[in-house]
């Protein structure tokens, strides 16, 4: 089926630090998505990304839609402790919305 | 400000019982899902549904069916319980806006299912 590669898995950074993950597909996407979940809930959509290009900010979290549509980054500016979490990218295909398997972001005291 | 609930937060079973996963969501969402969530694979799509008592399955469909009498109202359903689906269950609803663009996708907090 379709998949989303996303990296890395799992990132361990020093709080204040920036942050850079991305996703890739084999296929075209017309529409990226960045959600978190924190633990033990449910993921929640952080950024939505609509057009090849686009850049989109949402406070310290900013998100790109690849040039090519079968790419997309988040970045996470001066990290903070509550930025803990799982981050997943996704894509609607059809009827259904495909996820990645998520990098898990661990801060450091 | 609830949008998308599910009947328990944690459920323990035993092998061979039958199992009911409720969601409800209340923003008049065509399309529900129903997703597990297990360490290293990610969100798994086990059903969806995009309207009443109509189903499609997902990735990993066997051993799970699925229920959508009403609009707001998708379960899931485990016929006999097995150690294997120990996992997180995450439901989900969203619908298309106006515009054509894809709109929020609300997940529920998810259930968290030991099978014995």
């Known amino acids: 089926g379709q998949q989303l590669n996303q990296s890395p898995q799992s990132m361990f950074i020093q709080e204040g630090e920036d942050v850079s993950m991305n996703c890739t597909s084999s296929?075209?996407?017309?529409?990226w998505l960045w959600y978190k979940q924190d633990p033990g809930e449910g993921p929640v959509l952080l950024i939505a990304?609509?057009?090849?290009?686009e850049l989109t900010s949402n406070g310290r979290l900013t998100a790109q839609f690849g040039i090519t549509r079968k790419d997309s980054f988040l970045n996470i500016s001066a990290s903070i402790p509550s930025d803990v979490g799982i981050y997943f990218c996704?894509?609607?295909?059809?009827?259904?919305?495909?996820f990645g398997k998520g990098t898990r972001l661990h801060i450091l005291p | 400000d609830v949008k998308v609930t599910q009947s328990s937060r944690y459920l323990v079973k035993r092998t061979g019982e039958k199992v009911f996963l409720e969601c409800v969501q209340d923003?008049?969402?065509?399309?529900m899902f129903w997703y597990r969530q297990d360490p290293g694979l990610g969100l798994r799509l086990i059903y969806f549904?995009?309207?009443?008592?109509?189903?499609e399955k997902g990735d990993i469909p066997e051993g799970y069916s699925v229920s959508r009498e009403k609009k707001e109202r998708f379960s899931l359903i485990l016929e006999s319980a097995s150690t294997n689906q120990t996992s997180m269950y995450l439901c989900?609803?969203?619908?298309?806006?106006?515009?054509?663009?894809?709109?929020?996708?609300?997940f529920g907090p998810g259930t968290r299912l030991t099978v014995l």
């Open positions: 996704a894509g609607p295909r059809d009827d259904k919305i495909i």
């Open positions: 296929s075209i996407f017309n529409t």
């Open positions: 990304l609509y057009k090849a290009g």
């Open positions: 923003m008049d969402h065509e399309n």
């Open positions: 549904s995009y309207d009443v008592k109509m189903k």
């Open positions: 989900a609803s969203y619908s298309f806006g106006t515009s054509g663009r894809h709109t929020e996708q609300f």
